[in-house]
């Protein structure tokens, strides 16, 4: 396992726009695939959005598409998400995920196998 350690987060108002970060702790066939889940009170944990190596390619959760943009950056094995016109909905505990090549669909959570403690996302109306 890779050691994930977020960055970011907070409170803010409903149309602002926040950015996380997680970093690795080294660069292995483990970082892979990168990317953010998110876990509301009371709810499911949920996909956000999850970005390959070379960002060569890059998945969305529907409930961000548009809003939320992953990017990496393989030299300082850093991932971030920029969010943009956030909702009192995306308030979260969001979480930095890292794991392997797979054919799977990249929003099944168990292809992840290093995940960070978690980040809160407060949005307020």
């Known amino acids: 396992q890779v050691r994930l350690t977020e960055r970011g987060g907070g409170s803010v108002q409903a149309g602002a726009s926040l950015r996380l970060s997680c970093t690795a702790s080294?660069?292995?066939?483990?970082?892979?695939?990168m990317g953010w889940f998110r876990r509301a009170p009371g709810k499911e944990r949920e996909f956000v959005a999850a970005?390959?190596?070379?960002?060569?390619?890059?998945v969305y959760a529907d409930s961000v598409k548009g809003r939320f943009t992953i990017s990496r950056d393989d030299d300082k094995d850093t991932v971030w998400l920029q969010m943009t016109g956030v909702k009192p909905e995306d308030t979260a505990l969001y979480y930095c995920?890292?794991?392997?090549?797979?054919?799977?669909?990249?929003?099944?959570?168990?292809?992840?196998?290093?995940w960070g403690q978690g980040v809160q996302v407060t949005v307020s109306s």
């Open positions: 080294e660069r292995t066939t483990g970082t892979y695939y």
């Open positions: 970005i390959a190596q070379r960002s060569e390619i890059s």
């Open positions: 995920v890292a794991g392997p090549f797979t054919t799977r669909g990249l929003s099944a959570p168990d292809i992840y196998r290093s």
